[in-house]
């Protein structure tokens, strides 16, 4: 069982990898491809953790079918796909959430109320990280056929998504980025730097790297500059100041979860029980497809300015 529901089949092309993943989990049926499991019929949900170039048509013939998904991000290769995700979404019964795992960490959700209840005044920007340091990833990650993009799509993403979710999820209206390959042999980026000005005011600088020598922070770590005060997350805390020349007033969040690269296995969990529980009581998920496509649409606008070097406005 998994957050209320059954674990029932598993879906994978290659045979030894998909028969020691059944065993290991209990998993009673098994399929080589997704059109295999819903000839079948006997699924009521799927989640998509594939190579980025099967997102959409994996997604799209779930959602056809009646079932509901979750896929992992980046939800597509580009936004026209992730459009198609959203409008077979809207013809169907089924839902479509997007793992943006971080909005269910408890220390984002905490930043995102204070700055919702005016705790900072009026925010100014944002400062994000999606960054493997001394490390970073292989296979089909670092194939652009398959993955789209490379550090940008993989990680920085987070950091976009973080921010735009802390913001109360404004849409984008203008994107410059400076992308590069500069550690290794592949045919995708492993630097990144990106400005999004999101409608409302807010610009959000965010770095996306593999194999950096430092970060500033771990992966999704963000920093917010508001009118009133300070905030971020990882550490998670407040700088507040009375008045302009006063000490600031350092307001802890009081959670603190093990972070290394990744979340921990709670935050995952949440999400999950997010989506059954979407499912079960018949709401949109949050995050959704269009939140997906947000992301979506900055990842284009951030590959088309670095290729031009012009401000990409949306």
């Known amino acids: 069982m998994c957050a209320g529901a059954e674990l029932a089949a598993v879906v994978n092309h290659k045979p030894e990898s998909r028969a020691a993943f059944a065993a290991d989990y209990d998993i009673p049926r098994q399929y080589a491809t997704v059109e295999d499991l819903l000839a079948d019929g006997s699924a009521d949900a799927v989640v998509i953790g594939t ?17 509901h998904v979750m896929v992992e991000k980046p939800m597509a290769m580009n936004a ?5 995700m959203v409008e077979a979404a809207a013809s169907s019964t089924a839902l479509l959430m997007i793992a943006h795992c971080f909005r269910f960490h408890p220390e984002l959700v905490w930043l995102r109320e204070q700055l919702a209840a005016g705790r900072l ?12 340091v001394a490390w970073g990833p292989s296979g089909w990650f670092s194939e652009r056929n398959l993955a789209g993009g490379g550090a940008l799509a993989d990680m920085g993403v987070h950091a976009i998504d973080a921010a735009r979710f802390l913001l109360g999820d404004p849409q984008p209206d203008s994107v410059y980025a400076r992308v590069g390959t500069h550690y290794g042999g592949y045919d995708v980026d492993d630097t990144g730097v990106i400005l999004v000005n999101w409608q409302g005011g807010v610009t959000s600088y965010v770095e996306s790297g593999w194999w950096q020598p430092y ?33 600031p007033v350092r307001v802890p969040c009081g959670i603190s979860l093990d972070r290394v690269h990744h979340p921990p296995q709670s935050v995952y969990d949440a999400q999950m029980a997010h989506f059954v ?34 401000v990409v406005n949306l």
């Open 215 to 247: 970060s500033d922070g771990p992966c999704a770590a963000t920093h917010v500059y508001g009118t009133l005060g300070f905030g971020q997350v990882f550490p998670t805390e407040l700088m507040l100041r009375e008045s302009p020349g006063a000490e």
């Open 51 to 67: 190579p980025n170039f099967l997102h959409a048509p994996q997604a799209v013939a779930a959602l056809r079918a009646g079932l």
């Open 277 to 310: 529980t979407c499912i079960r009581e018949g709401c949109q998920p949050s995050p959704g497809g269009a939140d997906g496509l947000a992301s979506m649409r900055v990842l284009d606008a951030a590959y088309e300015s670095a290729r031009s070097g012009r």
């Open 121 to 132: 005044g009026r925010i100014i920007r944002t400062k994000g990280y999606g960054v493997h």
């Open 80 to 84: 026209a796909e992730a459009r198609g």
